[in-house]
């Protein structure tokens, strides 16, 4: 289950937390960021990095939004 | 677009733009791919470099430069300023024009460049980097090519999927956020920088002048220190304290990976450059200079293979970048290290012994000096630098 959050709105899309993620689970376009569940450990390292504080870890899990 | 090419560039930053140049110059075919709609937009940047380090590579010209510095003045936990002269001059950069003007340079040279062109795979042939896919206008593509060569910045996600290991620890990653301000007050030919816990533990705070009463202001911290607070909180403390009617022109984040470079940098086929390669000087956390020097050495040694038809050539990159560059940010290194564990009461021994030295002794190296009486050990990695140099 995922539980890093995206809070929404507020990624600069610096690519920071996609240096470190051990996992390449972060996928980043232009003004696109997504989390790829099946890679992610939920290590919580993307969540420290980010200097802006648009990651956080929800222990009741994200849902992903297919749709989107 | 042809369908295949010599050489591919994924990037359009200061590594890529001089990679795709120097390739180009040598007479191959090249493309340059860059995700985003602009070179050169968003700047992620402060923007500082040494004149004499980029002079080799781009003429002087004042379209691209935003001021120039001949001072560094360090201010210390306990509030004392000690303001040295730089030997060497220094510039703050208008990125946004300075990164376009180096792609325009690749591009003279009869780079190809494609804008908005998202890179998410690479082709293979037998194990070897055969090419690339991307994404452009919604619709993906493939093109092949000779050599590969990735300068897609702090991501670095390019080499991975060449079987490269290109993520850093979180603790080397400075974490940064910088904004653009005006209503600065500062001297603009003077680069300013804060050191100590309340600034910015493991890392430096910075403004640096770009003429005007405007200067880009911002923070690295070490991921370990946003692991309880982020870069972001560090600055929104030092601008509701220092300056709390500035006007916020602009706002960024950022991440600079402040380690030595990877010990691997090319795979069959596939060559690593600037952020990507992790070539950013990991003292300073100063990436434009050393970007270029690693993009211009991989661009000809690509060149050199495909026309030599010698695709092993491409693998004495990771000596060539070491002989030139590596071997001194592996000694960098070791003095960051040290450097950022100091105490605020070791910053503080450093700039008293720094403050009462008379002005004309005023210099970084004197300063340096200074910081090395109050920590013996780093003197040993220091002299390396020197010999090595
Ligand atoms: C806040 C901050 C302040 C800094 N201050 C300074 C300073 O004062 N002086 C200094 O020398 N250095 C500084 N640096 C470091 C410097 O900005 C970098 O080292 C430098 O930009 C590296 O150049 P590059 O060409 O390797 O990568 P970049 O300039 O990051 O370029 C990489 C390019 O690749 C593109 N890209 C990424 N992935 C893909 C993909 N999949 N497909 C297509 N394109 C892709 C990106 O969009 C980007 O344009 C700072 C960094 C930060 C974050
Ligand atoms: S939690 Fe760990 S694995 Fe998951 S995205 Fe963040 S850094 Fe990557
Ligand atoms: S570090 Fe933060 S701001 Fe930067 S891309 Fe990741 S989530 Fe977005």
Redesign the interface.
């Known amino acids: 289950m995922l539980m890093i959050e995206i809070l929404p709105d507020k990624c600069?899309f610096?690519?920071?937390?996609?240096?470190?993620?051990?996992e390449?689970a972060i996928e980043?376009?232009?003004a696109e960021i997504r989390i790829i569940e099946e890679l992610c450990t939920n290590c919580v390292?993307c969540v420290?990095?980010?200097?802006?504080?648009v990651l956080k870890f929800n222990r009741n899990g994200v849902k992903v939004n297919l749709d989107a | 677009m042809l369908k295949e090419y010599d050489v591919i560039v994924v990037g359009a930053g200061p590594a890529g733009s001089m990679a795709a140049r120097y390739a180009a110059a040598k007479g191959v075919s090249v493309l340059m791919l860059e995700k985003d709609r602009d070179v050169g937009y968003p700047v992620r940047c402060g923007e500082a470099v040494s004149a004499t380090r980029i002079a080799p590579f781009i003429d002087p010209d004042e379209k691209y430069i935003a001021s120039h510095i001949n001072k560094f003045s360090l201010i210390f936990p306990n509030g004392t300023e000690v303001t040295v002269p730089l030997e060497e001059n220094g510039y703050i950069l208008e990125r946004r024009i300075f990164d376009y003007e180096l792609a325009k340079l690749a591009a003279n040279e009869g780079a190809e460049i494609l804008t908005r062109a998202y890179v998410n795979g690479l082709l293979f042939d037998g194990g070897k980097v055969s090419g690339v896919k991307f994404e452009y206008r919604g619709e993906p593509h493939e093109v092949k090519a000779k050599v590969v060569i990735a300068a897609d910045g702090v991501e670095s996600r390019v080499g991975r999927w060449a079987g490269l290991k290109t993520h850093i620890d979180f603790r080397d990653m400075e974490c940064c956020v910088q904004i653009t301000a005006s209503g600065i007050n500062v001297n603009s030919n003077t680069c300013y920088f804060y050191f100590g816990k309340d600034y910015a533990p493991n890392g430096y705070f910075w403004i640096f002048p770009k003429g005007n009463n405007t200067a880009n202001i911002g923070l690295g911290v070490g991921g370990m220190i946003g692991k309880k607070k982020s870069a972001l909180s560090f600055l929104i403390d030092f601008m509701e304290k220092n300056y709390p009617n500035a006007s916020i022109l602009t706002q960024i984040a950022g991440g600079v990976p402040c380690t030595p470079t990877l010990k691997k940098i090319t795979a069959p086929g596939i060559m690593l450059v600037g952020d990507a390669a992790r070539q950013v000087n990991p003292l300073s956390g100063g990436g434009i200079s050393s970007g270029m020097i690693g993009g211009s050495v991989a661009g000809e040694i690509a060149a050199e293979s495909v026309k030599q038809k010698s695709p092993d050539l491409v693998l004495t990159y990771d000596k060539a970048w070491h002989e030139r560059q590596g071997k001194k940010h592996i000694v960098y290194n070791k003095i960051k290290n040290a450097i950022y564990n100091f105490s605020d009461d070791k910053f503080n021994n450093i700039a008293e012994s720094a403050d009462n030295l008379p002005d004309n002794k005023k210099s970084l190296g004197n300063v340096f000096k200074a910081a090395l009486i109050h920590n013996p050990s780093i003197l040993i990695d220091v002299a390396k630098v020197f010999v090595i140099k």
Do not use: M, R
């Not at chain 1, 610096?14 to 051990?22: E, H, Q, R």
């Not at chain 1, 420290?48 to 504080?53: A, F, K, L, M, V």
């Open positions: 600069d610096c690519g920071c937390c996609v240096g470190i993620c051990p390449d980043l376009k232009e390292k420290w990095s980010c200097p802006i504080e």
